[in-house]
T-cell receptor, first 115, second 112 residues
Framework: EAAVTQSPRSKVAVTGGKVTLSCHQTNNHDYMYWYRQDTGHGLRLIHYSYVADSTEKGDIPDGYKASRPSQENFSLILELASLSQTAVYFC??????????????FGAGTRLSVL | QQKVQQSPESLIVPEGAMTSLNCTFSDSASQYFAWYRQHSGKAPKALMSIFSNGEKEEGRFTIHLNKASLHFSLHIRDSQPSDSALYLCAVNTGGLSGKLTFGEGTQVTVIS
């Protein structure tokens, strides 16, 4: 099965500090995604990427930056963490959207608490 | 911006009954429609997807898509306690775009 690894698994950050969440996939997938999930709610798309060295804005990009230095790695950066960014963050990957295999494979998630 | 809405917000069903979940979307150019399931404290996992109008069945799960009405649904036959989870629908934006938007989810509880 497809493998997506996120680190760290949990993080406590201070307001105004910088936070970097990392994601690594071994699926050889083109697409990678960052979603956030607030307790009991759905997933909201922050940033995504379909090729190395390029990222696209999702539905809620404000306050977040993304970096895709290689096909395998995708990072989410919070330059100035705020209380409202406390959430669980999921990374996912998927194959080329021109094919019929468009399933997203998710990592285990990173629980971020900003205090 | 693509809007994806799910109903109901939560559902309690007896074991063995049918569970029916709904999802509406706003972008008529969308081509990928999927359901994901998320057990408590776990990552979402794909259940099934559909590309063209009609129905698709996989085991106890059936997905219906009606693009004209911007609606698709998931039906779970013979619901089991292990089906208790948050169900998320997902729709892509614009043709074969990889931008995937999820709904807020339906919390399903199956009671025995």
């Amino acid at each position: 099965e497809a493998a997506v690894t996120q680190s760290p698994r949990s993080k406590v950050a201070v307001t105004g500090g910088k936070v970097t969440l990392s994601c690594h996939q071994t699926n050889n997938h083109d697409y990678m995604y960052w979603y956030r999930q607030d307790t009991g709610h759905g997933l909201r798309l922050i940033h995504y990427s379909y090729v190395a060295d390029s990222t696209e804005k999702g539905d809620i990009p404000d306050g977040y930056k993304a970096s895709r230095p290689s096909q395998e790695n995708f990072s989410l950066i919070l330059e100035l963490a705020s209380l409202s960014q406390t959430a669980v963050y999921f990374c996912a990957s998927s194959d080329d959207w021109g094919s019929s295999q468009n399933t997203l494979y998710f990592g285990a998630g990173t629980r971020l608490s900003v205090l | 911006q693509q809007k994806v809405q799910q109903s109901p917000e939560s559902l309690i069903v007896p074991e063995g009954a049918m569970t029916s979940l709904n999802c509406t979307f706003s972008d008529s150019a969308s081509q990928y429609f999927a359901w994901y399931r998320q057990h408590s404290g776990k990552a979402p996992k794909a259940l099934m997807s559909i590309f063209s109008n009609g129905e698709k069945e996989e085991g106890r799960f059936t997905i219906h898509l009606n693009k004209a009405s911007l609606h698709f649904s998931l039906h779970i036959r013979d619901s089991q306690p292990s089906d208790s989870a948050l169900y998320l629908c997902a729709v892509n934006t614009g043709g074969l775009s990889g931008k995937l938007t999820f709904g807020e989810g339906t919390q399903v509880t199956v009671i025995s």
